[in-house]
Protein backbone atom coordinates (compact mmCIF):
# COMPACT_ATOMS: atom_id res chain seq x y z
CA UNK A 1 0.00 0.00 0.00
CA UNK A 2 1.36 3.62 -0.27
CA UNK A 3 2.73 5.56 2.38
CA UNK A 4 3.83 8.84 3.26
CA UNK A 5 6.86 9.32 5.66
CA UNK A 6 7.74 13.16 6.29
CA UNK A 7 11.00 12.78 8.44
CA UNK A 8 10.72 16.39 9.93
CA UNK A 9 8.00 16.84 12.08
CA UNK A 10 8.83 20.47 13.00
CA UNK A 11 11.40 23.16 11.35
CA UNK A 12 11.78 26.74 12.34
CA UNK A 13 13.48 29.48 9.69
CA UNK A 14 14.19 32.74 9.63
CA UNK A 15 12.23 35.02 7.49
CA UNK A 16 13.94 35.80 4.37
CA UNK A 17 15.85 32.25 4.35
CA UNK A 18 15.22 29.41 2.33
CA UNK A 19 13.19 26.14 3.06
CA UNK A 20 13.14 22.40 1.87
CA UNK A 21 10.34 20.41 3.56
CA UNK A 22 11.06 16.81 3.27
CA UNK A 23 8.94 13.87 1.89
CA UNK A 24 9.49 9.86 1.03
CA UNK A 25 6.76 8.23 -0.46
CA UNK A 26 5.96 4.38 -0.80
CA UNK A 27 4.11 3.60 -3.84
CA UNK A 28 4.26 0.75 -6.20
CA UNK A 29 3.15 2.94 -9.75
CA UNK A 30 4.02 6.20 -10.70
CA UNK A 31 2.46 8.17 -7.70
CA UNK A 32 0.30 11.32 -8.20
CA UNK A 33 1.74 13.57 -5.56
CA UNK A 34 0.78 16.56 -3.66
CA UNK A 35 2.00 18.93 -1.28
CA UNK A 36 -0.62 20.65 0.64
CA UNK A 37 -0.71 23.76 3.11
CA UNK A 38 -3.36 24.11 6.52
CA UNK A 39 -3.32 27.40 8.52
CA UNK A 40 -4.73 27.00 12.10
CA UNK A 41 -8.11 26.33 12.22
CA UNK A 42 -8.52 25.84 8.48
CA UNK A 43 -8.24 22.86 6.43
CA UNK A 44 -5.85 22.12 4.02
CA UNK A 45 -5.30 23.66 0.92
CA UNK A 46 -3.56 22.33 -2.44
CA UNK A 47 -0.01 24.10 -2.57
CA UNK A 48 0.64 21.87 -5.63
CA UNK A 49 0.77 18.49 -7.15
CA UNK A 50 2.83 15.92 -9.84
CA UNK A 51 1.66 13.82 -12.33
CA UNK A 52 4.13 13.14 -14.94
CA UNK A 53 6.17 15.46 -17.07
CA UNK A 54 8.88 18.23 -15.83
CA UNK A 55 10.39 16.63 -12.41
CA UNK A 56 10.22 20.33 -11.10
CA UNK A 57 6.69 21.63 -10.25
CA UNK A 58 5.64 25.05 -9.62
CA UNK A 59 2.83 25.65 -6.84
CA UNK A 60 0.90 28.52 -5.50
CA UNK A 61 2.64 31.28 -2.94
CA UNK A 62 6.22 30.61 -4.49
CA UNK A 63 6.32 26.90 -3.59
CA UNK A 64 8.11 24.60 -6.14
CA UNK A 65 8.70 20.76 -5.71
CA UNK A 66 10.93 18.46 -7.29
CA UNK A 67 9.98 14.38 -7.68
CA UNK A 68 12.85 12.44 -7.79
CA UNK A 69 11.94 9.04 -8.65
CA UNK A 70 15.29 7.36 -7.67
CA UNK A 71 15.03 8.75 -4.02
CA UNK A 72 11.33 8.30 -3.77
CA UNK A 73 11.23 11.79 -2.75
CA UNK A 74 9.14 15.01 -3.68
CA UNK A 75 10.60 17.95 -1.84
CA UNK A 76 9.12 21.18 -1.10
CA UNK A 77 11.26 24.40 -1.59
CA UNK A 78 11.09 28.15 -1.56
CA UNK A 79 13.89 30.25 -1.98
CA UNK A 80 12.85 32.77 0.81
CA UNK A 81 10.34 31.98 3.03
CA UNK A 82 7.28 34.99 4.75
CA UNK A 83 6.14 35.00 8.13
CA UNK A 84 2.63 33.89 6.59
CA UNK A 85 4.51 30.58 5.58
CA UNK A 86 4.09 29.68 8.93
CA UNK A 87 1.56 26.63 9.02
CA UNK A 88 1.54 22.75 8.76
CA UNK A 89 2.48 21.23 5.73
CA UNK A 90 1.24 17.60 4.41
CA UNK A 91 2.84 15.81 1.49
CA UNK A 92 0.22 13.15 -0.16
CA UNK A 93 0.45 10.58 -2.40
CA UNK A 94 -2.56 9.42 -4.23
CA UNK A 95 -3.74 6.57 -6.96
CA UNK A 96 -7.05 4.88 -7.00
CA UNK A 97 -9.13 6.18 -4.31
CA UNK A 98 -7.28 6.59 -1.87
CA UNK A 99 -5.28 9.33 -0.88
CA UNK A 100 -2.45 8.57 1.92
CA UNK A 101 -0.79 11.53 3.89
CA UNK A 102 2.43 12.00 5.86
CA UNK A 103 1.87 13.33 9.51
CA UNK A 104 2.74 16.67 8.84
CA UNK A 105 5.71 19.18 9.44
CA UNK A 106 5.08 22.45 11.42
CA UNK A 107 6.89 25.05 10.20
CA UNK A 108 7.50 28.32 12.00
CA UNK A 109 9.25 31.66 10.82
CA UNK A 110 11.38 33.58 13.15
CA UNK A 111 11.42 37.27 12.44
CA UNK B 1 -19.45 29.32 -5.04
CA UNK B 2 -19.22 27.74 -1.39
CA UNK B 3 -16.89 24.45 -2.65
CA UNK B 4 -16.90 22.09 0.67
CA UNK B 5 -19.11 22.79 3.77
CA UNK B 6 -18.98 21.17 7.04
CA UNK B 7 -20.97 21.25 9.65
CA UNK B 8 -20.85 21.39 12.58
CA UNK B 9 -17.72 23.44 13.18
CA UNK B 10 -17.34 22.32 16.91
CA UNK B 11 -18.98 19.47 18.93
CA UNK B 12 -18.99 18.21 22.23
CA UNK B 13 -20.32 14.18 22.86
CA UNK B 14 -20.74 12.60 25.81
CA UNK B 15 -19.50 8.70 25.50
CA UNK B 16 -22.16 6.58 23.74
CA UNK B 17 -24.12 9.73 22.27
CA UNK B 18 -24.84 9.45 18.68
CA UNK B 19 -24.01 12.46 16.10
CA UNK B 20 -23.86 13.06 12.01
CA UNK B 21 -21.39 14.99 10.44
CA UNK B 22 -22.57 16.80 7.65
CA UNK B 23 -20.77 17.79 4.39
CA UNK B 24 -21.83 19.03 1.66
CA UNK B 25 -20.57 20.14 -1.96
CA UNK B 26 -21.64 22.35 -4.91
CA UNK B 27 -18.95 20.95 -7.31
CA UNK B 28 -21.03 18.50 -8.83
CA UNK B 29 -18.19 15.62 -8.34
CA UNK B 30 -18.65 12.30 -7.31
CA UNK B 31 -15.81 11.32 -5.14
CA UNK B 32 -16.02 12.35 -1.62
CA UNK B 33 -14.15 11.02 1.42
CA UNK B 34 -14.16 11.44 5.30
CA UNK B 35 -10.95 11.71 6.96
CA UNK B 36 -9.77 12.28 10.47
CA UNK B 37 -6.53 14.08 11.67
CA UNK B 38 -5.00 13.42 14.50
CA UNK B 39 -1.43 15.05 15.90
CA UNK B 40 1.32 13.41 14.53
CA UNK B 41 -0.81 11.06 12.69
CA UNK B 42 -1.53 13.09 9.50
CA UNK B 43 -4.67 12.67 8.02
CA UNK B 44 -6.00 9.01 7.70
CA UNK B 45 -9.20 7.91 5.57
CA UNK B 46 -12.12 6.97 6.79
CA UNK B 47 -14.53 6.26 4.20
CA UNK B 48 -14.96 7.70 0.51
CA UNK B 49 -18.02 7.52 -2.15
CA UNK B 50 -17.19 7.53 -5.77
CA UNK B 51 -21.00 8.43 -6.27
CA UNK B 52 -24.47 8.18 -4.93
CA UNK B 53 -25.32 4.55 -3.73
CA UNK B 54 -21.59 3.39 -3.65
CA UNK B 55 -19.33 3.79 -0.30
CA UNK B 56 -16.48 1.51 0.47
CA UNK B 57 -14.47 1.93 3.56
CA UNK B 58 -10.94 3.24 4.12
CA UNK B 59 -7.88 3.44 6.51
CA UNK B 60 -9.72 3.97 9.79
CA UNK B 61 -13.60 2.63 9.15
CA UNK B 62 -14.31 1.11 12.55
CA UNK B 63 -17.16 3.19 15.00
CA UNK B 64 -18.41 5.20 11.66
CA UNK B 65 -20.80 4.75 9.12
CA UNK B 66 -21.49 6.53 5.65
CA UNK B 67 -24.05 6.76 2.94
CA UNK B 68 -24.58 8.27 -0.41
CA UNK B 69 -28.10 9.06 -0.97
CA UNK B 70 -27.39 12.15 -3.40
CA UNK B 71 -23.87 13.48 -5.48
CA UNK B 72 -24.41 16.92 -2.94
CA UNK B 73 -24.17 15.23 0.62
CA UNK B 74 -22.20 12.73 2.20
CA UNK B 75 -22.77 12.68 5.97
CA UNK B 76 -20.60 10.26 8.88
CA UNK B 77 -22.39 8.70 11.67
CA UNK B 78 -21.31 7.95 14.66
CA UNK B 79 -23.44 5.46 16.45
CA UNK B 80 -21.78 5.56 19.90
CA UNK B 81 -19.70 7.90 20.57
CA UNK B 82 -15.86 6.91 21.96
CA UNK B 83 -13.22 8.64 22.96
CA UNK B 84 -10.59 7.59 20.67
CA UNK B 85 -12.89 8.94 18.16
CA UNK B 86 -12.14 12.73 19.34
CA UNK B 87 -10.68 14.51 16.43
CA UNK B 88 -10.99 16.46 13.98
CA UNK B 89 -12.93 16.00 10.68
CA UNK B 90 -12.43 16.95 7.50
CA UNK B 91 -14.68 16.20 4.48
CA UNK B 92 -12.99 16.46 0.75
CA UNK B 93 -13.96 16.27 -2.19
CA UNK B 94 -12.11 15.71 -5.90
CA UNK B 95 -13.07 15.95 -9.91
CA UNK B 96 -12.44 13.13 -11.60
CA UNK B 97 -9.30 14.18 -12.88
CA UNK B 98 -7.11 13.62 -9.67
CA UNK B 99 -6.48 17.70 -9.94
CA UNK B 100 -5.73 17.44 -5.66
CA UNK B 101 -8.52 17.06 -3.29
CA UNK B 102 -10.54 20.22 -1.82
CA UNK B 103 -11.42 20.15 1.78
CA UNK B 104 -14.26 21.17 4.17
CA UNK B 105 -12.87 23.61 7.21
CA UNK B 106 -13.12 20.97 9.25
CA UNK B 107 -15.18 19.91 12.32
CA UNK B 108 -13.52 19.36 15.81
CA UNK B 109 -15.51 16.42 17.73
CA UNK B 110 -14.75 15.75 21.63
CA UNK B 111 -16.11 12.99 23.14
CA UNK B 112 -16.09 12.97 26.87
Known amino acids: AQSVTQPDIHITVSEGASLELRCNYSYGATPYLFWYVQSPGQGLQLLLK??????LVQGIKGFEAEFKRSQSSFNLRKPSVHWSDAAEYFC?????????FGAGTRLTVKP | NAGVTQTPKFQVLKTGQSMTLQCAQD?????MSWYRQDPGMGLRLIHYSVGAGITDQGEVPNGYNVSRSTTEDFPLRLLSAAPSQTSVYFC???????????FGSGTRLTVV
Open chain 2, 27 to 31: MNHEY
Open chain 1, 92 to 100: AVGGGNDMR
Open chain 1, 50 to 55: YFSGDT
Open chain 2, 92 to 102: ATRGGDYYGYT
